[in-house]
Each structure stands twice: as C-alpha cells, then as structure tokens.
C-alpha cells in the first residue's frame, strides 16, 4: 500500500469521529463513560482539570491496530490559564515530568525535545542530557540548536530543521516557528560569530558560549562529533575561555566542567574557534551578545524545539508513514488560541502505536492546524494533577515501564 493510500485511508477512518472531535475544547465538566464513533477516534473519558484546561483519553483504529492516546486541550483565551517551559533549572540536566511539573506547580504537562541521551560512540564523554533545539524560559533565552548532524531522533522530513520550536509568545498566542542564535564575541582582536549557546555540540571551526543556566555538566561534549555526524571522534584542537563581567580570568585547553557563575560567561572553541581564542590572555576584555531571532516579531515567552509535520491544516510531504511508535505531539489550533498536547500510552499490550504521517492525520483531526513532533518512545509522558490535588500522576503509561528523566517538557498552569 502507497503511502498516500495509507493516508487516505486513516483520514477516512479518524473521520468518522469528528461528532467527538468537535467536543475537543468545550470545556465540558466531570468524567463521562466511554462513548465513541465506529472505527475512527473513540472518546474513553473526558475530564477538566481546570478553566480551560481539558484531559481527555481516546483510541483511535489505525491499518495496523488500535493506538490508545492521551489529550490535553489548552484554551489560551482563558485569563487564568498558562503554559510554559518545564525543565529542571538548568540545560544539561534531566528530570521525570512529574517532578518538572510539580516542581512549578503545573495542573498537567508533556514532556518535550529530543536530547542527547547517550555518548556509546565517545567513551569517557559525558551525556549531558541537555536538548537538541532551542529553548526559551519566561522570556529568557535559554539555548541555541545543535548542528542538524548532531541531533538525536528520527530523521527530519523534508523542509524540517533542528531550529524548529513551537511555543507561546507575549501575545498569549500559540504558534510554530523558527529560531536561529544570532551572536557575536567581541575581542581586542576582533569579532567572532558565535557558534552555539548552551548546546552540547558547536559547529565545527565555531564558538559557543555557556553560561550560568547551562549548570553544572561536562562542557567536553560540544566538541565532539561533526555537523554532518554525530559519531565522529572528538576534537584535538580546543579551548576554553572563562570571562567575568567582561575579563578574561581563566584559559584552558580543555573544556571543563562545574557551575557557572551569573556573571560569567564560558567560550569554548573548537578548531578555527580554538585558534581565534587562543590569543586571548587573562585580564583582555570581551564582550559576548546573543539572541534566538524568529520569523515574527511577537517574542516567545516560552518555545520548546520540535520538528513540524502538519501545516495550515496539511500533513507535511515525505512523512514516514511505515515505522509505527509510542509519540508525542503537540499542535496549535484556532489562530493560536488552543494548545494541542498528545502523548500515546505505551502500555504493552496497547503499544501499536502510530507512524508520523498517522500522528500528523489525528492531530488534524483534532482540531489543530499546525503540529510538531516532540520525543517519543520511553519519553513520551503525559502527566495531570486532579482537582485539589497537590501532585500529578502519569496518564500514559510510559513504553519502559517507569518515567524517562527527559530535559523539558511543556507545562500548563491555572491562576488562582
């Protein structure tokens, strides 16, 4: 079977359950039993956990079996209700979603980017955990991409890149966008274009920058691999700048590790880049600059990086519709006023899970316009906390039997 025939196909089938689909985002109260329409999207129950924030679980009859889904359906227009970027204080570190969530006091959440789980292809290298694309926190800038080369998960379709997020601006809107770090570090010698912020691969000849948010893990990492392979051996030449409130106080040749403080920025270079650093001497001023620039205007108040597989309400071309997986999506709806966040359950016997081009089909289907692709697999992680409740409890039962600690994740709050 074609891939277009699967694709019509599932759109046919996921079709027959627009009567539920057209509940999603109606904010009905309590739960209900399971009702459903014949071979397409099943509503199982339907909760609100707060104004504006419904929870919804669901299965959905796909040509390779039944994929078994949880939904939370964010309505940003509600005053009371917010989302933002989960992570555990600092970029190379992990935590469970329910510890991210609770933590912030989240009413539910979503774990978020592809990271750097593993350094098999390094040894002695450190994984730093820290994820692929960029993120911003509350405003701030927290991260720049790694090299497409250098990123870990499927393989991106055509169009897609790693500088991909989706996120909420200033303007309480949801959308999905592209962020690329604009940077530069200015020396008596002259000025060099930043490279990467806080990532744990920077472009090969580059510069990257680390600063106090990326916490305490082994810098080692950005030198390691190439733009084009993440598996290549480690960089000979390197070096590492340490600058406080403007001075060069430290050199290394080395990256090293350790907290860094907030006034202090870390450069550190690889080839050329390491070349361009090694003039530099303790006490010579630098001064470094940085910013993640979108296509828009409107600045994120929080972006998490995910590749896009559905735009304007069209499932990208040259999705993968034959490897089926547990999956988190996440999908913007209504002119950016409803946050879609889907994770599929990765119970054994419910693991029948779904392709990408599939994933895209129900995201659609439930009312989203634009959708990415966030991590799946054992970090696919949907979480909510009842009513009155302190804590929150995984909904969806994750594919390695117990939460993935994962990098970030997204998070929705509710204003007393």
């Known amino acids: 079977m074609t891939r277009h025939r699967r694709l019509r196909r599932l759109r046919r089938t996921v079709a027959a359950g627009t009567a539920w689909v057209a509940l999603v985002g109606g904010g009905l109260a309590g739960a209900t039993p399971a009702r459903g329409a014949p071979n397409g999207l099943r509503q199982l129950t339907e909760t609100t956990l707060a104004p504006g924030v419904d929870y919804r679980r669901f299965a959905v009859s796909t040509p390779h079996g039944t994929a078994y889904g949880h939904l939370l359906t964010v309505d940003l227009r509600t005053a009371r209700t917010a989302s933002g970027l989960l992570y555990p204080d600092a970029v190379g570190a992990r935590a469970p979603v329910t510890r991210l969530a609770d933590a912030r006091g989240a009413v539910a959440a979503v774990n978020g980017d592809f990271f750097n789980i593993t350094e098999v292809q390094h040894p002695g290298v450190e994984a730093t955990g820290a994820p692929v694309g960029p993120a911003v926190a509350g405003g701030r800038v927290l991260k720049g991409a790694v090299p497409r080369g250098q990123r870990f998960g499927p393989a991106l379709p055509p169009g897609a890149s790693v500088r991909d997020v989706i996120g909420v601006g200033t303007d309480r809107r949801a959308r999905v966008d592209r962020l690329s770090l604009r940077g530069t570090v200015r020396t008596p010698r002259g000025e060099l274009r930043l490279r990467g912020l806080n990532q744990y691969a920077v472009a090969v000849d580059g510069v990257g920058a680390f600063t106090s948010a990326w916490g305490t893990t082994s810098r080692v990492r950005a030198t390691c691999g190439t ?50 650093l090694r003039g530099l001497r303790v006490g010579d001023p630098v001064r470094t600059t940085y910013t993640l620039k979108g296509t828009q205007r409107t600045p994120f108040d929080f972006a998490v990086g995910g590749y896009p597989i559905a735009r304007d309400g069209r499932p990208l071309e040259g999705l993968d519709a ?3 997986a547990v999956r988190t999506g996440a999908g913007v709806g209504r002119g950016g006023r409803l946050l879609h966040l889907l994770a599929l359950d990765g119970r054994a016997e419910y693991r029948s899970g779904l392709t990408i081009a599939e994933l895209a089909e129900v995201m659609l289907e439930l009312g989203a316009r634009d959708v990415v692709n966030l991590d799946g697999g ?39």
Not at 255 to 266: H, L, N
Request: charged residues 25%; glycine residues 14%.
């Open 227 to 276: 733009d084009t392979d993440r598996s290549a051996p480690c960089s000979t030449e390197t070096r590492e700048v340490t600058v406080r409130r403007g001075r060069v106080t430290a050199v290394a040749r080395t990256p090293g590790k350790g907290a860094i403080a907030s006034d202090t920025v870390v450069l550190v270079g690889r080839e050329a880049g390491a070349r361009a």
């Open 322 to 324: 034959v490897t089926t």
């Open 378 to 416: 054992g970090s696919s992680t949907l979480v909510t906390r009842a009513p009155g409740g302190t804590r929150t409890k995984v909904r969806n039962h994750p594919s390695g039997g117990s939460e993935r600690p994962v990098p970030n994740g997204i998070g929705v709050f509710t204003r007393s």
